[in-house]
C-alpha cells in the first residue's frame, strides 16, 4: 500500500487553479481517480484538508485544498496534482497506543432504511423527551423539527427536569454550565452532547469489528465539523453528513486493524472523503 501527499501543481497559478478545484467540491474522487489511469474500480481513500500554516509561507498552493491518500498503487501527478508518494506498511502490535482523526460519515440502520447518526441520535431523543413530557398524545409529530417544537413549548422547569432525567452524567456534566442559559440553548447542549456520544458509540462498536478500542475517552476524544454535503450530480436530493472526529485507541487486533481499517477505511462515503483514519504514535 501507499500513503500520498497530493497538491495543487505549484507551477500553475493560485488563482487560475481555485476555480478548476471548486467546481468539482462534489465530486473531488473524480479529479483523483485520474491520478490512477487504468483503474476501473476505486481501490483508493482519500481526505481533504486546506493547506495550513506548516506549508511555506509562499506556497501557491496555501489556502487551497491538501488531499491524504491511501492507495493499492502509487498515483501519479498530471497537469493540475502533484503527488508526494512513501510506502505504507505498518508495523503495529497489540496493546499499541495511536492517536487518531478521521471524517466519517457514521449511519445507522433502522427497519431497513440507511439513517445519519447524529440526526438520527438526535430525532430518537427528542421522541424520549416527548414521552417523558407525556406530549406524543397532544399533537401530530413526524420529524425532528415537529418533536423539538413540542418539547420547547412545554413548560420550562419541566423540560429541565425531564432532560436530567434523560441524559447521563456526562451530559449532566455539560449542562451544568447552561444553568442561566435560555432553555432552547439548554436543549441544544443536550442535543449536542447526546449526539457526540452517539458518535462515541458508533465508534465503540466499530472498534470491536476492526481491531482496535478507544481509549481516555473523556480528555481525548473529540467531535466536530459536521456538515451537510449535497450530490447534484447524483440527483436532487442526493447528500451525505459528515463528522470529523479525533480520539486516541489501543490496538487489539494488529493484522484486523491496519487491513480492515487503515486500508479499507471505515463507515461509508469512501468515495467521497470518508473513512481514511490518520493515526501517529
Known amino acids: 500500500m501507499y500513503f500520498s501527499k497530493v497538491t495543487p501543481n505549484p507551477a500553475l497559478n493560485a488563482t487560475s487553479i481555485a476555480p478548476v478545484i471548486a467546481v468539482h467540491a462534489y465530486?473531488?474522487?473524480k479529479l483523483l481517480w485520474d491520478l490512477f489511469q487504468g483503474e476501473q474500480k476505486r481501490d483508493f481513500l482519500?481526505?481533504?484538508e486546506l493547506a495550513d500554516e506548516q506549508m511555506a509561507e509562499k506556497t501557491p498552493v496555501k489556502g487551497l485544498p491538501v488531499f491524504y491518500v491511501v492507495s493499492r498503487r502509487p498515483p501519479a501527478s498530471n497537469v493540475l496534482f502533484q503527488t508526494e508518494t512513501k510506502a505504507y506498511a505498518p508495523h503495529l502490535a497489540s496493546g499499541d497506543i495511536l492517536n487518531f482523526r478521521i471524517r466519517a460519515n457514521p449511519t445507522v440502520t433502522r427497519a431497513g432504511k440507511r439513517h445519519d447518526l447524529i440526526m438520527d441520535s438526535q430525532y430518537q431523543f427528542l421522541r424520549r423527551l416527548c414521552d417523558g413530557l407525556n406530549l406524543t398524545e397532544?399533537?401530530?409529530?413526524?420529524?425532528?423539527?415537529?418533536?423539538?417544537?413540542?418539547?420547547?413549548?412545554a413548560n420550562p422547569d419541566q423540560l429541565r427536569c425531564c432532560l436530567s432525567e434523560q441524559v447521563n452524567d456526562t451530559a449532566q456534566e455539560g449542562l451544568q454550565h447552561d444553568r442561566t442559559a435560555g432553555i432552547r440553548e439548554v436543549l441544544d447542549t443536550a442535543l449536542s452532547i447526546n449526539a457526540d456520544i452517539a458518535v462515541q458509540r458508533w465508534f465503540e462498536k466499530a472498534g470491536q469489528r476492526l481491531g482496535f478500542e478507544l481509549i481516555n475517552v473523556q480528555d481525548s476524544?473529540?467531535?466536530?465539523?459536521?456538515?451537510?454535503?449535497?450530490?447534484?450530480?447524483?440527483?436532487?436530493?442526493?447528500?451525505?453528513r459528515s463528522v470529523d472526529v479525533a480520539g486516541e485507541l489501543q490496538v487489539s487486533d494488529p493484522t484486523l486493524f491496519v487491513?480492515?481499517?487503515?486500508?479499507?477505511?471505515?463507515?461509508?462515503a469512501k468515495a467521497f472523503g470518508c473513512g481514511?483514519?490518520?493515526?501517529?504514535?
Open 46 to 48: 482519500f481526505r481533504e
Open 138 to 153: 397532544e399533537t401530530v409529530l413526524r420529524t425532528r423539527a415537529d418533536y423539538k417544537r413540542a418539547v420547547l413549548s
Open 221 to 240: 476524544f473529540s467531535v466536530s465539523r459536521y456538515e451537510k454535503h449535497v450530490l447534484p450530480e447524483k440527483g436532487a436530493s442526493a447528500e451525505y
Open 259 to 268: 487491513s480492515q481499517c487503515l486500508y479499507a477505511g471505515m463507515g461509508r
Open 27 to 29: 465530486s473531488v474522487h
Open 276 to 281: 481514511l483514519m490518520l493515526v501517529k504514535r
